[in-house]
């Protein structure tokens, strides 16, 4: 879509697609974890699922909430100090940094993922400890290679997948692709933590790290 025509438009319709495609698929493999069993609703189910859900998802809503707060404080940034125009242009080059960052890390996750969470759901916890350690090196390895083709050709894949009008901030993108590397390391980092329900650390982490980011924008 976004080769057809290269726009902001064409941007966002491509990200709404994808979720249209992805969302009915991924409905039929949660299904079964939650309220539904053999085609009953279960009230007592129902309670304690929905306490599972505040006990732990309660936590994991604040640490989502400042992980987007570092992903957009930058750009509000920008916004305030240099227009609309500008954020924009900076906008645009991230959001397609972050779609092509997360192309590349999909065959990696869908080999990968399974076999972790296998292997945590068994108690096999040194193999679980391997898992995460080769998916962090394969997203480390591919990262840095894409940080250097993103380096190479940045100016380039902005003109072609954005326009020429958005080829101003062409060259903060293998910094973008960085950060992205290492945010998608740090969520793998978080997983000890989340498979043993401590995640007071990780929240604390993510807030005080939230803060940071405000203070050094």
């Known amino acids: 879509i976004c080769l057809s025509s290269p726009s902001g438009d064409f941007l966002l319709l491509g990200t709404a697609l994808g979720s249209a495609v992805v969302l009915p698929w991924s409905f039929t493999k949660i299904r079964r974890h939650f309220f539904i069993k053999n085609n009953k609703f279960k009230i007592v189910d129902i309670k304690n ?3 599972d859900l505040c006990k732990y998802g309660s936590p ?18 920008i916004g305030d100090l240099l227009g609309a125009s500008s954020s924009g242009i900076y906008s645009a080059n991230f959001m397609l940094m972050n779609g092509t960052v997360g192309l590349i890390a999909a065959p990696i996750l869908a080999l990968s993922w399974p076999l972790l969470m296998k292997a945590w759901n068994e108690n096999e916890i040194v193999q679980a400890g391997y898992w995460l350690g080769k998916i962090s090196s394969w997203i480390a390895a591919a990262g840095i290679v894409l940080i250097g083709l993103i380096f190479l050709c940045c100016d380039a894949i902005s003109k ?6 958005f ?7 293998p910094i973008f692709v960085g950060t992205m590397v290492v945010l998608s390391l740090a969520t793998y980092a978080n997983k000890p933590f989340e498979f043993n329900r401590k995640l007071k650390p990780i929240v604390l982490f993510a807030v005080v790290s939230a803060f940071l980011s405000i203070i050094l924008n």
């Open 160 to 165: 072609i997948f954005l326009g020429s009008q």
């Open 60 to 77: 994991m809503v604040l640490w989502i909430g400042a992980m987007s707060v570092i992903s957009q404080v930058d750009k509000l940034i």
């Open 49 to 51: 699922k929905i306490l």
């Open 167 to 173: 080829r101003e901030a062409a060259y903060l993108m």
